[in-house]
Every structure is written in structure tokens, then in C-alpha cells.
């Protein structure tokens, strides 16, 4: 069996957890439901790292709260 991919930093590494494992994350509003949405952030085209020379947009996914639609803290 595969081990579940945890995301850390931004970083994905395989462990090999099972689910009990696992204690199932809350928000503080008791909802353990969560979306993933997507936070984007722009590099601009002056940037030294940005060889494009165009402003790129970067996806970054956070997951927030089903009910109360607060950002999921670690
Ligand atoms: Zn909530």
C-alpha cells in the first residue's frame, strides 16, 4: 500500500502513514471539512528570477474551512 502524500512548505513528500495514524484536523469553529482554494501569487516581470520578461502568476493552494471559510493553520 501507498503511504499518503503529506504537503509541507509547499514541498509534497510520500510517508508512509495510515489513516488512524492521522488525527483529523478541526477548524476552530469545529467544522472538520475543508475546500481547497487557490491563493495566487504574481512574479513580476522585473524580477531577477523571472526570465520571461512577461509578470507570471503562481498557484497557491490553501485550504480553508468548509463552514466558516477561515485559512487552515497547522
Ligand atoms: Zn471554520
Do not use: W, Y
Request: charged share 25%.
Amino acid at each position: 500500500m501507498n503511504g499518503m502524500n503529506l504537503h509541507q512548505n509547499g514541498s509534497s513528500k510520500s510517508v508512509n502513514v495510515t489513516l488512524e495514524d492521522l488525527e483529523i484536523v478541526a477548524c476552530k469553529c469545529g467544522s472538520q471539512l475543508f475546500e481547497v482554494k487557490l491563493k495566487v501569487g504574481r512574479l513580476s516581470q522585473v524580477h531577477p528570477k523571472n526570465k520571461t520578461g512577461e509578470p507570471m502568476l503562481a498557484d497557491l493552494p490553501v485550504k480553508v474551512c468548509a463552514e466558516c471559510g477561515k485559512e487552515l493553520e497547522v
